[in-house]
């Protein structure tokens, strides 16, 4: 549903379209194309506009971050498997302080000790990307494998699953770049961990730039495990 709307004209402008006309496209019923754009719009997937003649459809940015993985995806099957690495730059900034209480879960730090190899220190060091290009990397990185850390439920709330991809931090410290499904942050910023304090490893203060090698292979990924 999301790439019929794109291809008429929904993923930069907004489009006048109705639920009849849509169904006929697609080869779908008319109460299932009705189904389908309210989950879309349920999802901030799309912005939707009801009128009598039909539907005003725009593609938001995070229905567009969705059509650009599919793209990702589509080009790295088709084209190559992708290369072994990628980098990205950062700048370091203070966060939440919500790295070192999740990473200090038992069930986040157990996993993370045995399926990346490495005891986290109880806490994250945070990067505001530095470019448009990084930006479109770091949305580009979660087409890779990824080393999952699930989530799981306790007496008071339930924690979402992380993705962990293994890195290298300024060519020195092995670590992963770790994305949450359940952030705070928006996709410009990265959350590392590593075994050691990186500020105090790396001697790093707010302001100070960081160029990180994240492992994308699946090869590299299970490599980076059991080194």
Avoid at 18 to 45: D, M, N, P, V
Avoid at 59 to 67: A, F, P, Q, V
Wanted: hydrophobic content about 35%; proline content about 3%.
């Amino acid at each position: 549903m999301l790439l019929k709307l794109s291809e008429l004209g929904a993923y930069n402008r907004i489009t006048k379209v109705s639920t009849g006309f849509l169904a006929e496209k697609l080869e779908i019923s008319q109460q299932t194309a009705s189904r389908h754009l309210i989950e879309l719009e349920r999802k901030s997937w799309i912005k939707r506009n009801i009128t009598l003649e039909g539907s005003l459809l725009k593609i938001d940015e995070t229905g567009k971050r969705e059509l650009f993985k599919l793209y990702s995806n589509l080009k790295n099957v088709i084209e190559t498997m992708g290369p072994p690495t990628v980098t990205l730059e950062g700048t370091v900034f203070s966060g939440l302080g919500e790295g070192a209480y999740y990473i200090s879960k038992e069930n986040y730090l157990k996993q993370i000790t045995e399926k990346l190899g490495f005891e986290p220190y109880q806490g994250t060091l945070n990067l505001k990307l530095n470019s448009d290009y990084d930006i479109k990397t770091r949305m580009e990185l979660e087409v890779y494998p990824a080393i999952e850390v699930e989530g799981f439920k306790n007496t008071d709330r339930s924690f979402g699953l992380v993705k962990c991809y293994p890195a290298i931090i300024n060519n020195t410290v092995k670590g992963a770049v770790t994305i949450a499904t359940r952030s705070h942050y928006d996709i410009s910023v990265l959350e590392i961990i590593a075994p050691v304090f990186l500020r105090k490893q790396l001697n790093l203060k707010d302001g100070n730039k960081v160029k990180i090698e994240v492992l994308t292979s699946a090869t590299n990924t299970a490599n980076a495990k059991s080194s």
